[in-house]
């Protein structure tokens, strides 16, 4: 809970704990099962969202989206109620973040993406062949070729792209933020064809 590794975000997460001490103003940790099928990769825990639930993606509205979207296509059960405690369960997938803790601005700098990367090459490492991995924009998706030794270059990232990766495969997406959304980056449409991409990879 009190990793230090990155001063700036150490101080920003006891800012928050003495202005919010209710809040879980820590590390969030992944959520899933162990060995997934399928990894989704988002960039950090916002503000007031995984940050003060402990949940990855639980409490604004990138989550109403992204556990939505699992719902429809079979990779979460039950119902998504903003809570660490609603009771939905992923369906071999799991969501994990490329920097665990909040960053002010939700902009984690080049250094603490690159601090937070062994956890990151972790949850890869535990994948099984074949697995799919999506990540949730670009820098995700730089993180995570990073993370599988890919060249940035042999893997430009694009909505709706699909990149071999040794034994896994690769897919991105837009982030499912509130910004991308409200300015019609990144419409429900366009987020179900990735997953719907998946779901036919993974079948």
């Known amino acids: 809970r009190d990793c230090p590794a990155c001063p700036r975000l150490a101080g920003f997460r006891a800012e928050q704990r003495a202005a919010h001490p209710g809040w879980f103003n820590a590390p969030v940790p ?5 060995a997934p099928r399928l990894l989704i990769v988002g960039l950090a825990p916002g503000l007031q969202g995984a940050n003060r639930t402990g949940r990855p993606f639980t409490g604004d509205w990138a989550g109403d989206l992204l ?12 119902v998504y109620d903003e809570r660490p405690d609603d009771g939905l369960t992923l369906v071999g997938a799991r969501v994990t973040n490329a920097v665990r803790c909040v960053p002010p601005q939700n902009k984690p700098t080049g250094p603490e993406i690159a601090t937070c990367r062994p956890y990151l090459e972790s949850e890869l490492a535990a994948l099984d ?16 070729c990073r993370a599988l030794g890919l060249r940035l270059a042999a893997a430009p990232f694009g909505h709706g792209a699909r990149h071999p990766a040794g034994r896994l495969t690769l897919f991105d997406s837009y982030h499912c933020s509130r910004y991308n959304t409200n300015t019609g980056v990144l419409t429900t449409e366009m987020f179900e064809a990735v997953f719907s991409d998946v779901r036919d990879y993974l079948a």
């Open 129 to 144: 062949d074949g697995a799919a991995v999506v990540a949730l924009g670009r820098i995700a998706h730089d993180s995570v």
């Open 30 to 34: 992944s959520f899933g099962p162990e």
């Open 67 to 78: 556990y939505a979207t699992l719902l429809t296509f079979g990779f979460a059960e039950g």
